[in-house]
């Protein structure tokens, strides 16, 4: 009699729910699916502020300026799309707040445009000539002259644009009232990184993001 009770409790088996396999098995679902929602979650909140931030950003109303070592990058309001950002440097005499010389790029249709702006009284007939890094130098003629001094508008070409960002400084040469030869240093810190962040912003109102 009591080896048939032993014999009953001995082979007598656990219910599955009762199982140690089942706890654990039913843990690691509920920690597996606590993971899924938090990181669904997480995307579905990162996605919700982007949308957001984009509905509600200040800068696709205004203009902006960033400065880059020795470049400034002014862009139009972002919803802006049919033109983009342009570049600007100024030299200044050292230690004071008088300006010798400005440069401007902007986007063109076909190609960038080089704006060159230097003070009154310099020659106007031989025009001024710039140069960047070791490259050679471009005769450009004035334009014309008025309030702010008298400007010079280039074509920026592929090469140039290669000597500016690969150069440290360039330089703009102007013929003084006695026909004497003025050089203007200015630098090229920075303007690399300026063209960079102008052409991925135009990707961006273009929507071409790559």
């Known amino acids: 009699m009591h080896l048939a009770h032993f014999s009953s409790i001995h082979v007598s088996q656990m ?69 983009g950002c342009a570049l600007q440097s100024v030299v200044m005499r050292p230690g004071t707040n008088v300006t010798l010389a400005e440069l401007k790029i902007a986007r063109g249709v076909a190609a960038d445009s080089l704006t060159i702006v230097v003070p009154l009284g310099v020659l106007i007939g031989p025009g001024l000539a710039v140069s960047a890094g070791s490259g050679p130098a471009v005769v450009v003629p004035y334009t014309t002259c008025d309030q702010s001094g008298c400007i010079a508008i280039t074509t920026l070409t592929a090469n140039q644009r290669t000597q500016m960002e690969s150069g440290g400084a360039g330089q703009i040469t102007v013929e003084g009232p006695d026909g004497k030869q003025v050089p203007l240093s200015y630098s090229l810190k920075g303007f690399a990184d300026a063209m960079h962040e102008r052409d991925r912003d135009w990707r961006r109102r273009s929507g071409h993001w790559f």
């Open 15 to 83: 219910p599955p729910e009762s199982s140690p396999a089942g706890p654990r098995h039913h843990l690691f679902g509920l920690v597996v699916g606590g993971l899924a929602c938090f990181v669904l979650g997480g995307v579905a909140a990162a996605l919700g502020i982007h949308f957001w931030q984009a509905a509600h950003d200040f800068r696709g109303g205004v203009p902006t300026t960033a400065y880059i070592d020795d470049w400034q990058l002014n862009c139009p309001p972002a919803s802006k799309t049919a033109t």
